[in-house]
């Protein structure tokens, strides 16, 4: 176990994070933000962070160019100011001194920046580049090592490029470019070439990049800065201790507790909300020369925190007292070096004392009995209409610990009965969604993310009927969605740096800025307040971020 430690004045700065906001706090910083070319500018991420400290707090600027730190979110002390504000950049540092009881006043200057391709996010390169929807597509599978900014700054012909695309794919998916994990044996990674042929997107490939001229011989193309109620919002952002840890699941217990599972390392994440102090949990390998990193973290209705251990062939159950895990691992005869145990299900595990586990090789599906400690297999499913396999990534149980599968490949929503094992399957409106993963309501409603549609979707098991919801930004391509008490459906995306809110009764989307470059996997919405409040992981950023809106 390892826990690292705040110093005081860190803690209390994460103290006062964690606080709601007053309806009638007062501003203990206060300012405008302008450039001569707009004036005064609305849509502008302004963030402080204490010299020292491990927290961010971040405010959005209204259209008067107006920004306010709630004076209960920072503790006295100085300050460093940052804004961000695709196209510019601070005119010069700014720094702001804090006082108790005190409001301070500093306004920022911003002007036309010097190097745009830096700051734009992995969407607007998409929107940028030249090609068709569907060869853009083929990109979806790179964000999750690294940002397309890597791509289209290279210089690779169409044959270096078929080079990579045999490299990338003999590496972990939880790999970074700072943290190569190469896979072992026999596997090797799905989806590199199979949204068409291989040649035919390398040379294209080799048309966006600089392989052949010193500048993009296409426009750089931004997306406008968010408005109105995407602005009423405070962003809280923790620093993890290792710059290594990819938090790629982040939920909250139900004492509040922050838990993370890491991508890239054997580890089981914990941090108080309130002071900061994080404690890492080493996972013990159980197949030694594969590589490593954790991905779906799940609890049950005892709270117990369950994890999907990847190549290492496992999961894993965490005891909260001792600190130790108790892990499965499916049978030799199942297992192969392809075999990632990455997704579990474990919501209504105490209705029949089973968890549902899947296998990414061949998409097996297995449950763990804890009755008897026995492993069963179910194999892979197929769609009764066309006998094509449903290629699940995320799976999810409902109150009677039935499954459903969601089909990442194609557009399909599976479903397995807990007692007969009959297998239905629901097919979302917009063909190709691709469905990647989601969460069962307490009405027994499974919410998803349609990674391919840019949508949320949700299945109603009575009347048998899917609902979608688009998000406007392109390319939003949201990795997961969850539904709060307060009837909205929430999701994150790899792309755009933004986290969307959509008002499952209106249609209304609201989409809130995030401060920096944030790759989001997992969202989870803590229902214990009034209002809604999410969590997600920046899972190239080695942080934790909270999002919590302001009322409208």
């Known amino acids: 176990m390892q826990r690292v430690h705040l110093p005081a004045a860190m803690a209390a700065l994460a103290l006062t994070a964690g606080l709601s906001v007053a309806a009638n706090a007062a501003d203990g910083l206060t300012g405008h933000v302008s450039s001569q070319q707009e004036g005064p500018m609305e849509g502008v991420v302004v963030s402080a962070r204490r010299d020292g400290a491990t927290v961010t707090t971040s405010v959005v600027t209204d259209k008067k160019g107006a920004f306010a730190f709630p004076a209960d979110r920072l503790v006295p ?23 108790t009881n005190t409001s301070e006043t500093t306004d920022l200057r911003l002007e036309p920046t010097r190097d745009l391709a830096a700051q734009l996010t992995n969407a607007e390169w998409l929107n940028s580049i030249p090609g068709t929807d569907e060869q853009k597509k083929f990109l979806l599978n790179c964000n999750s090592c690294h940002s397309l900014e890597r791509i289209v700054k290279s210089k690779y012909d169409a044959d270096g490029f078929l080079g990579i695309f045999d490299r990338m794919s003999g590496y972990y998916p939880g790999s970074t470019p700072e943290h190569p994990q190469p896979l072992t044996g026999t596997a090797r990674r799905e989806g590199l070439a199979r949204d068409g042929d291989a040649r035919k997107t390398a040379e294209w490939l080799a048309t966006i990049n600089l392989s052949k001229q010193d500048t993009w011989s296409y426009p750089l193309k931004t997306l406008p800065r968010t408005t109105d109620k995407s602005n009423r919002v405070i962003i809280t952002e923790y620093d993890l201790p290792n710059k290594a840890i990819q938090p790629h699941d982040v939920v909250l217990d ?18 108080d909300p309130k002071s900061g102090e994080v404690t890492q949990f080493p996972i013990p390998e159980t197949k030694t020369g594969f590589p490593v990193g954790t991905l779906d973290l799940e609890t049950d209705q005892k709270d117990n925190l369950w994890i999907g251990v990847m190549y290492q062939g496992s999961i894993a159950r965490f005891d909260r007292t001792t600190g130790a895990f108790r892990q499965w691992s499916i049978p030799k005869e199942w297992d192969s070096d392809a075999g990632q145990l990455g997704h579990l299900a474990t919501t209504a595990t105490h209705v029949d004392n089973k968890v549902w586990i899947k296998n990414s090789d061949g998409n097996n599906i297995y449950r763990l009995d804890l009755s008897t400690d026995k492993i069963e297999s179910l194999g892979s499913f197929k769609d009764p209409a066309t006998g094509r396999r449903i290629g699940s990534y995320g799976i999810h149980s409902d109150s009677a610990n039935n499954l459903y599968l969601l089909d990442y490949s194609a557009g399909n929503i599976g479903r397995i009965d807990a007692k007969t094992k009959a297998f239905t399957v629901y097919v979302t409106p ?5 469905p990647r993963r989601g969460r069962v309501d307490a009405q027994d409603r499974l919410w998803f993310a349609e990674y391919g549609a840019d949508g949320v979707g949700m299945l109603d098991p009575v009347s048998g009927k899917i609902t979608e919801w688009k998000i406007p930004t392109k390319w939003s391509a949201p990795y997961d969605a969850m539904a709060s008490q307060n009837g909205n459906a929430w999701a994150g995306s790899m792309l755009t740096d933004r986290v969307a809110r959509i008002n499952t009764k209106t249609g209304e989307v609201v989409e809130y ?29 080695a942080s934790i971020i909270k999002v919590e809106p302001l009322p409208d």
């Open 254 to 271: 139900q004492a509040g507790t922050v838990w993370y599972s890491d991508f890239g390392q054997m580890y089981l994440g914990r941090m």
């Open 430 to 434: 917009t063909p190709r969604s691709r």
């Open 513 to 541: 800025p995030l401060p920096r470059s944030t790759n989001i996997r997992r969202v989870f919405v803590d229902d214990r307040r009034p209002s809604d409040t999410l969590w997600v992981g920046n899972n190239h950023g």
């Open 77 to 99: 002390g100085r300050y460093t100011l940052s804004a961000r504000a695709i196209g510019f950049e601070l005119s010069k540092p700014s720094v702001a001194n804090v006082s």
